[in-house]
């Protein structure tokens, strides 16, 4: 396979990605409505931190099967604030990285259990309509911490019209008449189009120095005991621990399984492959796909107005895919793979790595001007480097080597 097809193979693969968990969140806000809401409900506080507790195992058991005990403890010493072998600045890069990783569990805690509490009380099509702002809300979070510098008019036009048409979708589909719910449910629901719009830009930086799988499962432990504390304040009584109805146990494993384990998995993965603004710009297909499941699942009528609007979603995605079409990386570029000369391609570590040093007359130095502590000392944890590797990775920095995402 050509470079130039591997390169489309991984465009379409990044463009999938997105499309897919969009639809695992429209099939969770219609079970998730099912489940917390009539006469059936649970209390959404159990249903939360199960939810969470349930999606922290699996995710730690897929991260210590796949990237080792080692890496995927390695996280774990940002949170050692004081050691004696440390230096200054390496504390401070500790504590650097280990409150990005509070503030992203945090930022999960809020997205997870507000959606749970936001659909006990307001309908699940109205909560759909909420979040064609993510991709807006992501938009000015990212480019206001400079994560995001590279915005044109078709990222702008694309973001506008999908969000035009999220909303067309909505309208037409609430003609009907499913309430707006309580004015608190709004409330919260806004809060977490925050929540996670802040998710998708935190976690970008941390996702250069270790694997999507390990950041996930650390920081959605960190918000599974956000969930516990909010559990505990809250004084639930014991019997709300217990559920008859199958339906809330069907809910919990799709919430679990889909909508948490591969949903959060693939969101770490695709800010790790493209920008946060091209991950976002797909959440305007929350309220299509949901209108559609709703049709599918609960027999709901769709009108020729919610036809027309979701094409509009369409159109505008087709903008902002285009205006983005560069920031869509070849993950397979992230690993060492022979080329065809017979040289090896270096990992986006080492040229995150190599970036740190000058190389001159065979030897190698630290370059002050791009000196990352958390950087070198996340390296010496997983791959060792030796001269070699790191003039050799320096040389392909400055020649053909793909652009690091978020520079």
Known sequence: MSAK?????SRLRVLGVCISVQLVFSGWHVLGGVALSGSKAVDPYVFALYREVGASILMALA?????????????????????????????????????????????SF???????????????????????????????IAVSTGFETKLNRAICAG??????????????????????????GNILTLVQCVSISSLIVITKPLTKIHSPLTITVWYYTIGSLWTLLAL????????????????????????????????????SWLVHNASPTLVAAFCPLQPVFTVLLNFLILAKGIGLNTTLAGCVVIFGLLFTIYGKRTDILDYSSMNVQPSTSGEETPTLRARLLASQYTTTQGNTTPNPS???????????????????????????????AAPIPGE
Not at 171 to 184: D, I, M
């Open 159 to 184: 973001i506008a019209i999908s969000v035009v048409g999220a909303v067309m979708v909505e309208y037409s589909a609430a003609e009907g008449g499913s309430g707006t719910g309580s004015f608190f």
């Open 232 to 267: 505990l304040c809250a004084q639930r009584p014991l019997a709300s621990f217990f559920w008859s109805a199958p339906e809330p146990w069907a809910a919990l494993v799709y919430a679990i399984v889909v909508a948490t384990f591969y949903a959060y998995e693939a969101y």
């Open 5 to 9: 097809d591997a390169s489309d193979v």
């Open 370 to 400: 791009h000196q990352n502590p958390a950087i070198d000392t996340s390296i010496e944890e997983e791959e060792q480097l030796n001269p070699s590797s790191l003039e050799s990775a320096q040389s392909a920095e400055n020649s053909t």
């Open 110 to 140: 809020g997205n997870v259990f507000l959606t749970v509490m936001a659909l006990t009380m307001i309908p699940s099509d109205l909560y759909s309509m909420y979040q064609p702002i993510i991709p807006v809300i992501t938009t000015a």
């Open 63 to 107: 991260a210590f099967f796949s990237e080792g005990y080692k890496r995927t403890m390695a996280p774990g010493r940002w949170f050692i604030f004081f050691r004696s072998s440390s230096s200054s600045t390496t504390i401070k890069m500790n504590r650097k990285m280990a409150s990005l990783f509070i503030l992203a569990g945090l930022t």
